[in-house]
Structure formats: structure tokens, C-alpha cells
């Protein structure tokens, strides 16, 4: 268990092929504690139908990953303030570096189609590998632009976590109004 969360877990019924995780039929889901009372406040909370909604599109999108090179498939999927969900996978190149994280791609997917005022309420991540899989250092710092109350659900040890994304990135780096040109 990671720091904060809570030993009541719930389950996810996982209904449909492609749903299961690692031949599961259900999720575990470690609900996310709130580590101090103003994070509570702005805690986002998903009702079951979204967690299904999530893993589902996230589940879909790594059967449409790109990844040559590393063979880890991995799927995104997010769910943004105005109710919509959006999916995106990794997209490796020959370039190992311009890879791009499947979290990205769904961000990006959901900007597209809501435009710059698009805020996260969740991300989820699916991946083709056995046990954890958590967002890279980069996919927080996007995350957390999006949608600072955004929660977090990826696969752990012994199932699917929520964690509230100022858990996963604390201390993130924040430009200030003062830095930017022509603010002052
Ligand atoms: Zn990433």
C-alpha cells in the first residue's frame, strides 16, 4: 500500500473480455485517503461507473499501442470535468526519445476536443505488463497542469489504486505569474 490510502477497499466488477486484469473479474481499488483537509476539500470522487468507464477505454486503447521497441504496450484513458473520457496509448519511435506516454496522448486527445479550458477529474493507466504500473515522472507534471485534485488510478501490487495525483508528484514544479514575460 502506498502512504495514504485507505484499507477499505472496493471492488470493480469487471464484466466484459479485455476487462480482466491479470485474470482477475474483479479490481481491488485502494481508496485514496486525503492526507490533509484542504486536499480533501478538492478531492475529485469517481463513482464505480466511472472507474469502469475508465479502466474499459484505457483496457481498449493498448491493443492500439505502438511500442516496437519495448513491447510494453500501455493505455490511457481520462475522464475530464465535463464528463467525458478520452483514450490514447504510447506511441514509441526509432528515436527512443520522442516516444510519446500513452497518459500524454490521451491528455492531448481530450484537449483537442474540449479545447484549452479542458481539466481533469481522472486518469487511468492499462498496461500489457504483469503487476505495477505507474505514470512516468513527465505524465504527473501533465497530469497535475490539467487537474490538480485529478485522481489516479493505475494498476499496484494487489490491484487497481487511486491516488490523488499531489500524492504521486509532491513538490511539483509550478511557474509563477511573476516569471512569465510580460505579467508584471
Ligand atoms: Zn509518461
Not at 479485455?18 to 475529485?44: H, N
Not at 511500442?67 to 478520452?86: C, D, E, F, K, Q
Request: charged share 20%.
Amino acid at each position: 500500500m502506498l502512504p495514504g490510502e485507505d484499507a477499505r477497499a472496493g471492488e470493480i466488477p469487471l464484466m466484459r473480455r479485455g476487462w480482466e486484469f491479470e485474470g482477475r473479474k474483479t479490481l481491488r481499488v485502494c481508496r485514496p485517503r486525503p492526507v490533509s483537509k484542504s486536499q480533501g476539500k478538492f478531492a475529485m470522487q469517481l463513482t464505480d461507473k466511472n472507474r469502469q468507464d475508465l479502466w474499459k477505454a484505457a483496457t481498449q486503447a493498448l491493443s492500439q499501442a505502438y511500442a516496437p521497441y519495448s513491447r510494453l504496450r500501455v493505455g490511457a484513458s481520462v475522464l475530464t470535468a465535463n464528463g467525458h473520457i478520452y483514450a490514447g496509448a504510447n506511441v514509441e519511435n526509432a528515436s527512443y526519445g520522442l516516444s510519446l506516454c500513452a497518459e500524454r496522448a490521451a491528455i492531448a486527445q481530450a484537449v483537442a476536443a474540449e479545447g484549452p479550458s479542458m481539466r481533469l477529474k481522472a486518469v487511468a493507466v492499462a498496461s500489457s505488463q504483469p503487476g505495477a504500473l505507474t505514470p512516468c515522472g513527465a505524465c504527473r507534471q501533465v497530469i497535475l497542469e490539467f487537474g490538480s485534485a485529478a485522481l489516479v488510478l493505475f494498476p499496484g501490487e494487489e490491484g487497481l489504486l487511486e491516488v490523488p495525483i499531489t500524492e504521486l508528484l509532491p513538490h511539483a514544479f509550478r511557474l509563477s505569474k511573476e516569471a512569465l514575460p510580460g505579467e508584471k
